[in-house]
């Protein structure tokens, strides 16, 4: 059975992320998100929706990004 990268179970039902170019091996989205998905800058959230990168630095939100003092951007409302 496939084994989970992050926490080593042994799942019949793992799945593969291609992330650039390298395969990854998971048991859960749980386990993916803690091990791929971005950190927000500010606040070091697990970025799992689609956020914003300004200048190769990602963030969770506008509010986020304007409290690091990146303008122009705004959250809908």
């Known amino acids: 059975m ?3 990268e992050r926490c080593g179970n042994d799942y ?3 799945f593969q992320v ?3 170019g390298q395969t990854h091996i998971f ?3 749980e386990c993916a998100i803690a091990d791929l998905a971005p950190t927000c800058h500010h606040c070091n959230c697990r970025i799992i929706g689609h956020g914003t990168e300004v200048n ?3 963030y969770c939100c506008a509010n986020c990004a304007t409290k690091e003092g ?3 951007l705004r959250d809908r409302h």
Do not use: E, H, N, R
Request: aromatic share 12%; glycine share 12%.
């Open 56 to 58: 190769g630095i990602f």
């Open 2 to 4: 496939p084994q989970c």
């Open 12 to 14: 019949d039902k793992a």
């Open 18 to 20: 291609i992330l650039s």
């Open 70 to 72: 990146v303008q122009g």
């Open 27 to 29: 048991d859960s989205f």
